[in-house]
């Protein structure tokens, strides 16, 4: 007699999972920017919020936060090791002291002439066609925002 469960269980192979599909494909694509990055002394999440920096300096951050979908819990160790490093400013805001501003110092800003030949190797390191990372960019970030609505 067939197994009225095989269907079931394909579905639980680990190969049949769009969670990991995405997480390991997280995992290749942090390890390729970490070696990019070393030479900035950047960590992955430090250069998003750099690169947000870089669009609009003087942000607060609940603001950089809802830009990279973290919450300040995590946001906040990570501003302070940038701090550390000379590449950015923490204040408290004139009009409300419950919101930190972040800026970037001399060095930040010239840290992103360094950091302009990272989208360039990473799209190199891909060997894909651009026409296909738009495409796949586009998906994903459709993906996220369902996902977002259902949660």
């Given amino acids: 007699m067939p197994d ?46 750099m690169l947000v920096l870089w669009e609009q300096e003087g942000q607060t951050v609940s603001a950089i936060g809802q830009k990279l ?12 090791r940038l701090q550390a490093a000379g590449l950015v400013t923490r204040t408290r805001a004139t009009g409300d002291e419950r919101q930190v501003e972040i800026g ?6 010239a840290l992103r002439g360094r950091a302009s030949a990272v989208p ?5 390191a891909l060997a894909c066609p651009p026409e296909a990372l738009l495409q796949l960019k586009s ?10 609505r259902v949660a």
């Fill in 69 to 80: 979908f973290l919450d300040s819990a995590t946001l906040t160790p990570l501003l302070k």
């Fill in 4 to 49: 009225q469960d095989a269907p079931a269980r394909d579905l639980l192979h680990l190969d049949q999972q769009l969670c990991f599909a995405l997480y390991s494909a997280n995992l290749a694509l942090t390890r390729a920017y970490r070696g990019l990055l070393a030479g900035l002394g950047l960590t992955y999440p430090q250069y998003l919020v």
């Fill in 120 to 124: 360039q190797a990473l799209s190199c």
């Fill in 104 to 109: 970037l110092t001399e060095a930040g800003r």
């Fill in 139 to 148: 998906q994903l970030e459709d993906l996220r925002d369902h996902l977002g």
